[in-house]
């Protein structure tokens, strides 16, 4: 006899309310296994893609793609299948007993649902169902990303019944003629990482006072340092950057002014020092600006930190930063340099108390030895929470920084 369960969305990061349906991978009809990936949601943090937790024939998709839905509201009905579930090692169970997820079922939301379709045969393969009662030809998550950024809609694409690619999408985003005077504007609704990120920066702007300290300097040791250690067996098939050997100065020069690492817990009427770095590294996605971590930083070689960076980076960049690794950050370092920036002043991530924009590195003219000479020259921002940090602390981390870019040997003086 059929049992009917409804998969609720869950809260997949600390504090999360609310997630956009980006795209279904089953259709009604289709059979599932524990586990499986059946959905993919953007939250105010990241894509995330969602799994199942019993196994059957999905019934019903009550949520269309694009849509933003509540945590705990109902987004698919299965038909639980028994004998799938026992061939994949556990029994279905009831949703107050199977909670795979952070926070399932974990909020009741009342949610109105549309009348169950009938399970009828599925759908082209390189079709699947959308709102509006029609087709569009089936396309990867970073393609129907790229859509969405560019404001093209797939639905006008759908001739021939193909596959779309990233080709079409930028080829219909490209203005074919001058657009009318009622063409000239788009809304975009604020939702997802970029109304998070604007709460987030409005609270801290508001919450901590701001202050920001320049130092400009002269970084061509460090240059002609990460030349040699390119060819060092040690950095073989790693990706040594500057911004790694900014890394590696803001840990050093972090134990040296703890004040910078630590957090202002206002509830408790406490200041809590760590002991430890999780450096945060802002970049920018097609999504918005997000802050994954590299854990434990202080306790990375040059070598790892370089490594760990081209990874976070990429992942980021392909919109794969999962929502535990933007939390708990300690201290976070801004690259402007890489836009062709000189410097700026960075809004400090709530929940910390400083960071550093590190600007782009020029040919500029420099005093050396009293002589004119062309030199790489670099200047860095650092915005801190006077709260936290007083001046002469912000300044001699700022300064501790600035001189281990400077001459990469005052590392062993730390």
């Known amino acids: 006899m059929p049992e009917f369960k409804q998969f609720l969305l869950a809260d997949t990061a600390e504090g999360l309310t609310e997630a956009e349906i980006l795209g279904w991978r089953v259709q009604p009809g289709d059979t599932v296994t524990v586990n499986q990936i059946v959905v993919e949601v953007e939250t105010a943090k990241a894509a995330v893609e969602l799994p199942i937790p019993w196994a059957g024939k999905v019934t019903e998709l009550l949520v269309e793609p694009g849509q933003t839905v509540e945590v705990g509201a109902p987004i698919l009905t299965i038909?639980?299948?028994?004998?799938?579930?026992?061939?994949?090692?556990s029994a279905p169970a009831v949703e107050e007993e199977m909670k795979p997820l952070v926070g399932y079922g974990s909020k009741t939301v009342q949610a109105t649902r549309r009348a169950r379709k009938q399970p009828a045969e599925k759908a082209?393969?390189?079709e699947e169902p959308v709102a509006k009662g029609g087709y569009v030809p089936l396309a990867k998550p970073p393609v129907r990303k790229l859509a969405k950024d560019l404001g093209v809609d797939l639905t006008a694409l759908s001739a021939g019944g193909r596959v779309i690619t990233r080709e079409d999408v930028e080829r219909a985003a490209s203005p074919a003629a001058p657009k009318t005077s009622g063409e000239r504007e788009r809304r975009v609704?604020?939702?997802?990482?970029?109304?998070?990120?604007?709460?987030?920066?409005?609270?801290?702007?508001?919450?901590?006072?701001?202050?920001?300290?320049?130092?400009?300097?002269d970084v061509t040791p460090m240059m002609e340092l990460r030349e040699k250690l390119k060819k060092h067996p040690a950095f073989a098939g790693v990706k040594l950057t500057p911004l790694a050997f900014a890394a590696k100065a803001v840990c050093l020069a972090a134990k040296r002014t703890p004040d910078v690492n630590a957090t202002w817990d206002e509830a408790a009427g406490?200041?809590?020092?760590?002991?430890?770095?999780?450096?945060?590294?802002?970049?920018?996605?097609?999504?918005?600006?997000v802050v994954p971590k590299i854990r434990d930083a202080d306790a990375m070689s040059l070598a790892e930190l370089a490594g760990a960076l081209e990874q976070l980076?990429?992942?980021?960049?392909?919109?794969?930063?999962?929502?535990?690794d933007m939390l708990n950050g300690t201290i976070t370092i801004t690259n402007v340099g890489v836009f062709g920036v000189d410097t700026g002043t960075p809004i400090i991530n709530p929940g910390e108390a400083a960071i550093l924009a590190f600007g782009a590195i020029k040919d500029m003219p420099w005093v050396v030895d009293g002589e004119l000479a062309v030199r790489k020259v670099l200047q860095l921002a650092l915005s801190f929470d006077h709260r936290l940090v007083d001046g002469q602390q912000g300044s001699q981390f700022l300064a501790d920084v600035g001189a281990l870019l400077a001459d990469p040997a005052m590392a062993i003086t730390f």
Do not use: C, W
Request: aromatic content about 6%; proline content about 8%.
């Open 124 to 126: 082209p393969v390189a």
């Open 189 to 217: 609704p604020i939702k997802g990482v970029r109304k998070a990120t604007a709460q987030a920066m409005v609270s801290s702007a508001f919450t901590a006072p701001h202050v920001t300290e320049f130092l400009t300097i």
């Open 270 to 289: 406490e200041i809590v020092y760590k002991d430890y770095v999780h450096l945060g590294i802002a970049a920018a996605t097609p999504r918005g600006l």
């Open 79 to 89: 038909d639980l299948d028994p004998a799938g579930a026992a061939r994949n090692g």
């Open 313 to 324: 980076t990429s992942t980021a960049r392909e919109g794969k930063t999962t929502p535990a």
